[in-house]
């Protein structure tokens, strides 16, 4: 990640929610090693691993999915974005979880939690931190997923989570766009994190295509170069291409047909 070379300002500040596992960790990991040496906040219930402790990450204790608790922590991140002036700041929206099983069958408490987590909680952080992001410059990284381009029965309220960031992220793209702040929407296919079992796995029930690293260093790429949106991994692309030209129902269909075939006893 060392020879990505930007002609804009430096990164001074990162926030990345969710870094004490999966993607959220390996955005630390690629970020630690930028020639900016940017300073790094992990919001999230757990620490990250120790190393990153030793390293200077900096751990803001949260559960994201509560909007007191957001609150009671924006005065400790801006005043971390404060300490380390100079350069842009950089929020990415990593925390996350899904759910599998048919609406009427799943926990109601869960699915709003997952609400609350997967949405609020990205358009809260994003809102309360924008007048600084103005101010310094910079820019949000939202962490969707290919499940954003269709339905997917269920899955029916994660896939519907990811869709409103994919909307989200591109309207704010075109809105934020003269005011020296960048947008990106990463859409990464089924990746080597714990995704799986926090969704109520025991293991993967579809073959898993890359990595976290992976996903964060193609991510890391389409950010710098000013992109709006990427779907990670080549076979993700052309999945996407190709049910983009499909009815949305016939998406949708063919969608359940395959996530009930990996329904699990």
């Known amino acids: 990640m060392n020879s990505l070379k930007r002609a804009d300002k ?6 990345v929610t969710g870094g004490s ?32 402790l030793d390293q200077g990450v900096r751990h803001i204790p949260c559960d994201l999915s509560l909007g007191q608790e957001i609150e009671r922590v924006v005065p400790e991140i801006l005043t971390f974005i404060d300490e380390n002036p100079g350069g842009d ?23 709003l939690s997952m609400i609350d987590l997967n949405v609020r909680a990205c ?9 600084k ?18 339905p997917t029965p269920l899955m029916a309220t994660y896939g519907a989570t990811k869709s409103f960031l994919h909307s989200w992220s591109l309207a ?5 766009k003269d005011k020296g702040v960048r947008v990106l929407c990463v859409c990464p296919g089924p990746t080597a994190t714990n995704f799986f079992r926090a969704a109520g796995f025991k293991e ?14 193609e991510s890391l790429r389409k950010y710098f170069k000013d992109s709006w949106i990427v779907t990670t991994g080549f076979w993700n692309k052309a999945g996407v291409a190709i049910s983009s030209k499909l009815p949305k129902v ?11 075939k990996i329904r699990q006893p």
Not at 10 to 15: D, G
Not at 123 to 131: N, T
């Open 10 to 15: 430096k990164i001074s500040a990162v926030i």
């Open 21 to 52: 596992s999966g993607i959220g960790e390996s955005f630390i990991a690629s970020i630690s090693k930028l020639d900016d040496n940017p300073a790094i906040c992990n919001l999230s219930r757990s620490e990250p691993a120790k190393k990153w």
């Open 89 to 111: 700041v950089l929020l990415i929206n990593n925390s996350g979880f899904g759910g599998y099983g048919e609406f009427h069958d799943v926990s109601l408490e869960r699915d």
């Open 123 to 131: 358009v809260h952080l994003a809102g309360r931190l924008m007048p």
């Open 133 to 150: 992001l103005i101010e310094r410059g910079g820019g949000i990284i939202n962490v969707a997923s290919t499940a954003c381009f269709q």
């Open 172 to 176: 704010l793209s075109d809105e934020l």
């Open 204 to 217: 993967s029930p579809i073959k898993v295509g890359t990595t976290a690293d992976k996903v964060v260093e």
């Open 250 to 260: 016939l998406v949708t269909k063919l969608s359940g047909g395959t996530l009930r």
